[in-house]
């Protein structure tokens, strides 16, 4: 019998809920305090007060259960219990937008156990959006456990067809992708830079095909891992290992995996890619046709979930 993640995931509800209380109270407010950290990235007082209930609570409610945190590191001297139990927390996932009033920013509340992302919530207040999922349980959107339906990711299966998401350009160009990510963009049929969490939750709920970030931290994606896993996509790194453990992402409904990963995977530790990898389709000479088909169909779901 499966192991049950229930309370686990109704606790990440109580823990969202007092988050979005705490962030919505600061948003847009004209004294909101901004400071920078060593990466020149923002930290407002919103994400360290975030972070710091959410530790308050999980000390209460998991004392033995490690705690990871964007603004206050790993927990020291905890043991995370037989299970190897570790919540990791993004307090604001998309600060730059919540300085700015942009109100495409979340919370990103995630539990791991012995090494796989078994729960997680994603909580966008600002939009009146929740998305969350636990292990064999489905993923789901909606404004509590009792008012939700269940999220498929799309069939699309031709890169000309798909919607592909992503949040900023200079980062490619780091990683010695700038010209492959290009190319994939080109291969798209639609691009847009939703960014931060909104690019893979719409991924999860079928509205975006693939999407991917060069440079990202585990906080930035442990909960968006299960939400899209348990949606039916694919979640890895950009050298193809499953979950949010490597320093990027790339996410696709699963059927576009590899066909994305021949354009933007990156393996620095086994020297440069193919060098066809990235490469336009050849022309074959055919007339192209003047009304395609698009599958835009979301998998239907599992009855049993």
């Known amino acids: 019998m499966a192991h049950s993640y229930n309370d686990d995931l109704r606790l990440a509800h109580v823990l969202a809920d007092n988050a979005d209380n705490l962030s919505m ?8 305090q901004v400071d920078t950290k060593p990466d020149m990235t923002y930290v407002t007082e919103s994400d360290q007060a975030v972070e710091a209930a959410i530790r308050r609570t999980l000390k209460s409610a998991r004392g033995r259960d490690i705690v990871l945190g964007e603004e206050q590191g790993e927990d020291e001297g905890a043991t995370g219990g037989p299970g190897g139990r570790r919540w990791i927390i993004d307090p604001i996932d998309g600060t730059s937008n919540f300085v700015r009033g942009v109100p495409v920013w979340a919370t990103l509340i995630a539990l791991e156990e012995e090494g796989e992302i078994v729960a997680g919530c994603v909580s966008a207040p600002a939009l009146g959006r929740r998305w969350w999922a636990s292990k064999g349980t489905g993923a789901y959107t909606g404004k509590s456990l009792m ?3 269940e999220i498929r990711v799309s069939q699309v299966s031709e890169l000309g067809s798909a919607s592909l998401s992503y949040a900023s350009l200079g980062g490619w160009d780091a990683i010695g992708k700038a010209d492959a990510f290009a190319a994939l963009m080109r291969r798209c049929w639609r691009t847009r830079a939703y960014g931060d969490f909104w690019s893979y939750m719409l991924l999860a709920e079928g509205a975006v095909d ?13 909960a968006l891992d299960i939400v899209v896993r348990e949606a039916g996509g694919r979640f890895t790194s950009l050298a193809g290992v499953p979950g949010p453990w490597g320093d990027n992402a790339l996410a696709t409904n699963t059927r576009l995996h590899d066909a994305a990963m021949a354009y933007v995977g990156h393996f620095p530790d086994q020297g440069p890619p193919d060098p066809a990898w990235g490469d336009e389709p050849e022309d074959d000479g055919a007339e192209p046709d003047n009304v395609r088909a698009f599958e835009f169909s979301r998998e239907p779901a599992d009855e049993t979930s």
């Open 147 to 149: 008012s939700s339906r």
């Open 25 to 32: 109270d600061r948003f847009l407010s004209i004294d909101l």
């Open 210 to 222: 693939i999407a991917a970030e060069p440079e990202l931290k585990v906080w930035d994606m442990a």
